[in-house]
Nanobody, 123 residues
Framework: QVQLVESGGGLVQTGGSLRLSCASS????????VGWFRQAPGKERIFVAG????????YYSDSVKGRFTLSRDINKNTVYLQMNSLTAEDTAVYYC????????????????WGQGTQVTVSS
């Protein structure tokens, strides 16, 4: 059982930035895949970004490409999501997830999930 703990959410104005963190209980974070999803009220959980454990390839959804940056610190077993140029459309609960099998855009294919962290962007 892998435990994932997100942090870094909060309230920010349009155009602002936040950095989310996902700390993993697994000490081999570079051996599995980690992703970020978000879920707005009344909507489905959608893929934001992900990193492949084996080769470090990073994938982004079109809606965040160029604004969000995913990175990982292997020594800290932590994955980060730097979010810039935030808009109201980015308001959601952000979830960290992991899988041993691949980086998927479908939420149901991931194995472990964190509790989520709220991001609210005000205009």
């Amino acid at each position: 059982q892998v435990q994932l703990v997100e942090s870094g959410g909060g309230l920010v104005q349009t155009g602002g930035s936040l950095r989310l963190s996902c700390a993993s209980s697994d000490t081999n974070i570079n051996s599995y895949n980690v992703g970020w999803f978000r879920q707005a009220p009344g909507k489905e959980r959608i893929f934001v970004a992900g990193i492949a454990g084996t080769n470090g390839n990073i994938y982004y959804s079109d809606s965040v490409k160029g604004r969000f940056t995913l990175s990982r610190d292997i020594n800290k077993n932590t994955v980060y999501l730097q979010m810039n140029s935030l808009t109201a459309e980015d308001t959601a609960v952000y979830y960290c997830t992991s899988s041993a099998h691949g980086v998927y855009t479908a939420a149901h294919l991931w194995t472990y999930w964190g509790q989520g962290t709220q991001v609210t962007v005000s205009s």
